[in-house]
C-alpha cells in the first residue's frame, strides 16, 4: 500500500517517524519556506486544484490519504476528501482535540478575522499569532500597534498601517512568551484554536499576565473520518493494509 501524508503538522512529523521504511510520501503545501525535515519521501508544494490532486493520487498510485494538515487547513482537506470519496480512495483527517478555557483565561470567541476589530480599542497593542495567511483579514485593525509572529522574514512592508512582523520559530516555551508580552507590551493575544501543546504556551503566557484572548473559531468538520491522535492515526493505517 502506498500511503500519502498530508503534512504540515508535529503529528504528521510524529507519524512519518513512525512510518520509516513503509511506502509512504508526504505532501507539504509549501506555506514555510524552510520546514523540518521528515522521516519519509517529501514532495513539496501544493498540487494546485482538484484536477492536479486527482493525476498525482492515480500517477502515484496512492492507496489511501492521512490527512495530517493544521485543523484551520480546511479547502485543502475538504477538496481531498471529496476527491478521494468520489475515487473510493480511504480518507482519514487528523484533528486534534480544540482547547479549552481554564480558570483565569480571558477568552472571546470570533468567527472571522475581521470580527476582531469590535473588541480591541484602539491604540492597543495586538499580537497576532494566526500566521501570515490570515494577516489579510486583519486589515480593519489599523489603529492599533499589530505584531505579527511568522517563521520567515518577511518579503514585503506590513499590509496596513501601524502593524510590523516579528519573525521566530518554534517552539516557544511559557517563559519566552511571557517575557515577549511583557517586552512588547501585548494587550491583547489573537490566535487560532488549533489545539496541542505544543503552541499552547502563548495561552498559559496570557493567563498569567492577565492578557485578554481572541480566539478565532475553528472551521465546521466535515463528514469524513476522523482521528485525534498519532496512535489512532497509525492504527487506521493498519487497517488499510
Request: proline residues 7%; neutral net charge; glycine residues 12%.
Amino acid at each position: 500500500m502506498t500511503l500519502l501524508l498530508l503534512a504540515g503538522t508535529g503529528e504528521a512529523r510524529a507519524i512519518a517517524v513512525a512510518l520509516q521504511g513503509r511506502d509512504v510520501i508526504a505532501s507539504l503545501a509549501g506555506v514555510t519556506r524552510e520546514p523540518e525535515p521528515l522521516a519519509v519521501p517529501v514532495r513539496q508544494g501544493g498540487f494546485g486544484g482538484e484536477t492536479e490532486f486527482r493525476a498525482f493520487l492515480a500517477e502515484a498510485g496512492i492507496h489511501a490519504v492521512l490527512d495530517a494538515t493544521h485543523p484551520y487547513a480546511a479547502r485543502i482537506t475538504a477538496r481531498s476528501a471529496a476527491v478521494c470519496a468520489a475515487l473510493g480512495v480511504p480518507f482519514c483527517q487528523v484533528l486534534r482535540p480544540a482547547w479549552v478555557p481554564e480558570a483565569g483565561d480571558l477568552w472571546t470567541e470570533i468567527a472571522t478575522e475581521a470580527d476582531a476589530a469590535a473588541h480591541i480599542p484602539l491604540g492597543a497593542t495586538v499580537f497576532l499569532g494566526t500566521g501570515r495567511q490570515s494577516l489579510p483579514g486583519f486589515a480593519n485593525l489599523a489603529g492599533r500597534r499589530v505584531i505579527c509572529r511568522q517563521i520567515d522574514p518577511p518579503e514585503g512592508p506590513f499590509p496596513f498601517a501601524g502593524g510590523e512582523f516579528l519573525v521566530g520559530r518554534p517552539p516557544f516555551s511559557v517563559a519566552d512568551e511571557t517575557a515577549l508580552f511583557r517586552r512588547l507590551g501585548v494587550d491583547w493575544l489573537v490566535v487560532k484554536n488549533a489545539g496541542g501543546q505544543a503552541s499552547a504556551t502563548k495561552l498559559t503566557a496570557a493567563r498569567a499576565l492577565g492578557i485578554p484572548v481572541l480566539m478565532l473559531a475553528r472551521p465546521a468538520p466535515g463528514d469524513w473520518h476522523r482521528v485525534e491522535t498519532v496512535t489512532a492515526a497509525l492504527d487506521w493505517v493498519g487497517r488499510c493494509g
